[in-house]
């Protein structure tokens, strides 16, 4: 079954690299997915997402004359209205059983806490620089 740019196949993960991660496609075909084109979140480790021998669907992105097939995990995925993704946000709020309260509270903590290490971390580069001036560096 011959298969061209725009079809959903199926393959199974062949390899992973820290750039992206092989698939073997149907006819014994091999395509690469791009680490960007894993997941709709940012990727950092490709190994979080994906490992040998899992079968996944993929999207045919191009073709090359000379083989090279690009492929795309994220867009095999079927994508939500944004009915949808106003109502997944509204039922994610709506399970969230905190207050306004105490999500001002953890919110507040949290700042303090990020301020507290800038300030830190902007006292420890003071410091280092009036060393090298009285050194003369």
Known sequence: MPFEV??????????ITDFGAFIKLPEGKTGLV?????????????????KENDRVKVKILSMEPN?????????????????EKDFAWQNSRNNNNSSFEEKLLKFLKD???????????????????????????
């Open 67 to 83: 083989g090279k097939i690009s492929l795309s995990i994220k867009k095999a995925m079927p994508q939500k209205t944004p009915k």
């Open 34 to 50: 791009h680490i960007s084109e894993v997941a709709n979140t940012y990727v950092k480790n490709i190994r979080d997402f994906l």
């Open 6 to 15: 725009g079809d959903i196949v199926e393959g199974t993960v062949l390899n």
């Open 111 to 137: 700042s303090d806490e990020r301020q507290q290490q800038l300030r830190k971390h902007l006292d420890s580069k003071r410091r280092n620089t009036s060393y090298r001036r009285s050194n003369g560096y």
